[in-house]
């Protein structure tokens, strides 16, 4: 993405909720390159270019109207009305959609996703929305393919995000897709939050409260975070937690928002990242001690997670290690 920044621009509706209309600038605003050059110029219109009425009881005004959609690359619709669900564009609305060039990159935060799905945006594709909408999102747009336990959904030019603050894990995202993790990074710590989160929305949504015999699944969690460096089977965790794989797996998915494997290699991912930003280990010794067993093993595992190699990752936290402690001195550990 070389050359003048990207241009991300903002349709704030009627109703709009400033939180989440607040986030793409914040997000991208405070991507920069290695000049301190930005990397993206944020724009925020409505339809008409005059003021909207928030969901807060405030009113806001923005510098452009609906044609500035026409210069986008990235397109974003926060939620509005007070997240009300619709089935079909209002007319101006749709007129305003339609000057967005094609291969414009679209995305929606939480019950935005709803106005891509009365765009045809959605139809069959995955997607997702705020937990609490997900149901009424699949009933509406019967053709979009709802998943209702991930913080975001990237498929490409569309991409949808759950409620309010995973809109910030979507930017964060793309920002990393677009310029990498070190910058990625940069921003979230900019902001004071995390530059990715384990699980999906699942781990949110309002559940009766466990009786209280009901241990869960944590004291297996914790067992397993103690033995990470060896091979932990389905059947282990189960008869740690005193329930059958099936019952496990179940449970996995409702307390953490994912299954026990993947739990489990995103713990090990995290032990590695914190072994090479803490220690001069070798990476073979690192994915040994992180349970992947080969350097080959971790660098896929690494770079599926955050889209950097050991190295790459080792030279950004822990720029004092030396390449020579920072592998094996094979092509494994590079």
């Known amino acids: 993405m070389a050359g003048s920044p990207h241009g991300v621009v903002v349709l704030a509706l009627e109703g709009v909720v400033p939180?989440?209309?607040?986030?793409?600038?914040?997000?991208?605003?405070?991507?920069?390159?290695?000049?301190?050059?930005?990397?993206y110029q944020v724009l925020v219109c409505t339809l008409d270019g005059g003021p909207v009425r928030t969901h807060a009881g405030f009113s806001i005004s923005v510098d452009h109207?609906?044609?500035?959609?026409?210069?986008?690359?990235?397109?974003?619709?926060?939620?509005?009305?007070g997240c009300r669900p619709i089935d079909r564009l209002p007319g101006e609305l749709a007129a305003a959609l339609a000057l967005i060039r094609p291969g414009t990159r679209v995305m929606s935060i939480c019950t935005g996703s709803f106005v891509l799905a009365a765009a045809g945006l959605l139809d069959g594709r995955p997607a997702t929305t705020h937990w609490n909408e997900a149901a009424e999102l699949q009933r509406l747009h019967p053709r979009v393919r709802v998943d209702p336990d991930v913080l975001f959904v990237d498929d490409g030019d569309?991409?949808?995000?759950?409620?309010?603050?995973?809109?910030?894990?979507?930017?964060?995202?793309?920002?990393?897709?677009?310029?990498?993790?070190?910058v990625a990074n940069r921003v979230a710590r900019q902001v004071v939050v995390p530059p990715w989160r384990d699980g999906g929305q699942a781990q949110y949504i309002e559940r009766p409260v466990p009786e209280p015999?009901?241990?869960?699944?944590?004291?297996?969690?914790?067992?397993?975070?103690?033995?990470?460096?060896?091979?932990?089977?389905?059947?282990?965790?189960a008869a740690r937690a005193g329930m059958s794989v099936r019952?496990?797996?179940?449970?996995?998915?409702?307390?953490?928002?994912?299954?026990?494997?993947?739990?489990?290699?995103?713990?090990?991912?995290?032990?590695?990242?914190?072994?090479?930003?803490?220690?001069?280990?070798?990476?073979d010794q690192i994915a040994r001690r992180a349970g992947f067993g080969t350097a080959v093993s971790l660098r896929q595992h690494l770079h599926a997670a955050i889209g950097v190699s050991p190295m790459a990752y080792r030279r950004t936290f822990h720029p004092q290690a030396t390449a020579t402690t920072a592998s094996v001195g094979s092509p494994g550990g590079a």
């Open 19 to 39: 939180f989440e209309l607040g986030i793409p600038a914040r997000i991208f605003g405070g991507a920069r390159g290695p000049k301190d050059e930005p990397l």
């Open 65 to 81: 109207d609906a044609s500035v959609l026409a210069t986008a690359d990235t397109v974003v619709v926060p939620p509005f009305g």
């Open 158 to 182: 569309v991409l949808t995000s759950a409620g309010a603050a995973s809109g910030i894990d979507l930017c964060l995202h793309l920002v990393r897709r677009d310029h990498g993790s070190e």
């Open 213 to 237: 015999h009901d241990a869960g699944t944590a004291p297996a969690r914790s067992w397993a975070l103690e033995h990470l460096d060896r091979p932990i089977s389905l059947s282990e965790l």
């Open 247 to 283: 019952t496990l797996t179940r449970r996995f998915h409702e307390e953490v928002g994912m299954s026990p494997g993947r739990w489990l290699a995103r713990q090990r991912v995290d032990l590695a990242r914190h072994l090479l930003e803490t220690t001069d280990l070798p990476v």
